[in-house]
């Protein structure tokens, strides 16, 4: 069974800085089918980036996706205000088919 | 424009069977590659896939609830819905149900969940 461990847990950062967040799989991800979803309290969460590095419809491009085999990262370039949450990755193609990280806090410092 | 809304009952009893509902609009799961899929969260736990149905019936269930679960659609009311068996207090959780379908790269395609619902929180307590 595939397991994602992000890192660091919480991120504490300022508007207009670069955060810059892990994703490690215990297992290679299937071709690389990694995504990352913001989540924002009381919401539902949001698909930012799929196949490790495109960004999905409407995603602004300050966020970025890299990484293959086990190593992934997320980099929102400058924080804007909405752009604290927390954000996890997930693989697809491994077993379980879908599994998540545990989340990345991005809040305010 | 998609969106998808979970029913259900907030509170179920220990041993007892839920049964949650995803009403959906502005897509058929009919239509190929396409599917709906169950994602719980625990308070301060991660997400945690639970099942998926494709537009061919075709149902894919996470192997560690694999006995518990029932996942079926009726497309002709736009829901698919979900029965978890033998309910226990660590079933506690929002359950969601999400909208995927088929993106393309290269000879190959994943699933990811790009619509989500807001989600159904159900306690189990007796």
């Known amino acids: 069974e595939i397991v994602l461990t992000q890192s660091p847990g919480t991120l504490s950062l300022s508007p207009g800085e670069r955060a810059t967040l892990s994703c490690r799989a215990s297992?290679?991800?299937?071709?690389?089918?990694l995504a990352w979803y913001q989540q924002k309290p009381g919401q539902a969460p949001r698909l930012l980036i799929y196949?490790?590095?495109s960004r999905a419809t409407g995603i602004p491009d300050r966020f970025s996706g890299s990484g293959s085999g086990t190593y992934f990262t997320l980099t929102i370039s400058r924080l804007e205000p909405e752009d604290f949450a927390v954000y996890y990755c997930?693989?697809?193609?491994?077993?379980?088919?879908?599994?998540f990280g545990q989340g990345t806090k991005v809040e305010i410092k | 424009q998609i969106t998808l809304k979970e029913s259900g009952p907030t509170l179920v009893k220990p041993t007892q069977t839920l049964t949650l509902t995803c009403s959906f609009s502005?897509?058929?799961?009919?239509?190929?590659?396409?599917?709906v899929g169950w994602i719980r969260q625990s308070p301060g736990k991660a997400l945690e896939w639970l099942a998926l149905?494709?537009?061919?019936?075709?149902?894919r269930y996470s192997p560690s609830l694999k006995t518990r679960l029932t996942i079926t659609k009726d497309t002709s009311k736009n829901q698919v819905v979900l029965t978890m068996t033998n309910m226990d207090p660590v079933d506690t959780a929002t359950y969601s149900c999400?909208?995927?379908?088929?993106?393309?790269?290269?000879?190959?395609?994943?699933?990811?969940?790009?619509?989500w619902g807001q989600g159904s929180l159900v306690t189990v307590a007796s």
């Open positions: 997930q693989q697809f193609g491994n077993s379980p088919l879908w599994t």
């Open positions: 196949d490790a590095s």
């Open positions: 502005g897509f058929s799961i009919s239509t190929s590659g396409v599917g």
């Open positions: 149905i494709y537009w061919d019936n075709d149902k």
């Open positions: 297992q290679s991800v299937n071709n690389n089918y």
């Open positions: 999400a909208h995927t379908r088929r993106y393309f790269r290269g000879s190959g395609w994943a699933y990811y969940f790009d619509y």
